[in-house]
């Protein structure tokens, strides 16, 4: 059973802080690691993606993989209140032929002005 | 470049009536996906066409639940009959590339079911 594990939340930071939101997964052969923001009522949206150890920056947003421990991290820098939403950690196994997305549930961050 | 697009956005049905959502994804995507979203929990896969083929419906209730992808365009997910527990966001992604590990999946604005 591939498992994608999340803390739900919600996490709250103030606006300006760091928002360091966490996953661990259960595959070994997990390959590639995805970060999406789901807004309330909305689709998700890929904001990072990650497939080797180490860090990924992109403007505001760090992924961090760690493929030993099994985790991977997204850090929000400077957060702001257009940041509150869920953000899911998918990640892709080898599946039947083919490479498929496992989401875990989301964390819920909310940032207070 | 026009994103996936799904109908209806909304639908509210009683229980035992069958239901069937439409998708068309990217210009160009090779690959399909259906999943179903449950309030509170992640996206789950329910199946996942490469062209008009099925690379995995391992998690579709096949009992009740049905695709097609047509001409590998576009695609339709069936309900028949609903059940309570079938009230979620049904949400459609496709991506370009299935042979690629890393490929990026876009997910349209998905269609919302409320089974009463």
């Known amino acids: 059973q591939k498992e994608v594990e999340q803390n739900s939340g919600p996490l709250s930071v103030p606006e300006g802080a760091i928002a360091s939101l966490n996953c661990t997964y259960s595959d070994r052969v997990s390959q590639s690691f995805f970060w999406y923001r789901q807004y309330s009522g909305k689709s998700p949206e890929l904001i990072m993606s990650i497939y080797s150890n180490g860090d990924k920056e992109d403007g505001r947003f760090t992924a961090q993989l760690n493929k030993a421990s099994q985790y991977v991290s997204l850090l929000i820098r400077d957060s702001q209140p257009s940041d509150s939403a869920t953000y899911l950690c998918a990640v892709v196994v080898p599946g039947a032929g083919s490479y498929q997305l496992t989401f875990g549930k989301g964390t819920k961050l909310s940032v207070i002005p | 470049e026009a994103g996936v697009a799904q109908s209806p956005r909304y639908k509210i049905i009683e229980k035992r009536q069958s239901v069937a959502f439409w998708c068309n994804p990217i210009?160009?995507?090779?690959?399909l996906y259906w999943y179903q979203q449950i309030l509170g929990q992640g996206p789950k896969l329910l199946i996942q066409?490469?062209?008009?083929?099925?690379?995995?419906d391992s998690q579709l209730p096949k009992d009740r639940f049905s695709a097609e992808r047509l001409k590998g365009v576009d695609s339709t997910l069936k309900i028949q009959p609903a059940k309570l527990e079938d009230s979620a966001v049904y949400l459609c992604?496709?991506?370009?590339?299935?042979?690629?590990?890393?490929?990026?999946?876009?997910f349209g604005p998905g269609t919302r079911l409320t089974v009463l």
């Open positions: 210009s160009g995507h090779a690959t």
């Open positions: 066409f490469q062209n008009n083929g099925v690379v995995d």
């Open positions: 992604a496709s991506s370009l590339d299935p042979g690629v590990v890393a490929d990026t999946q876009y």
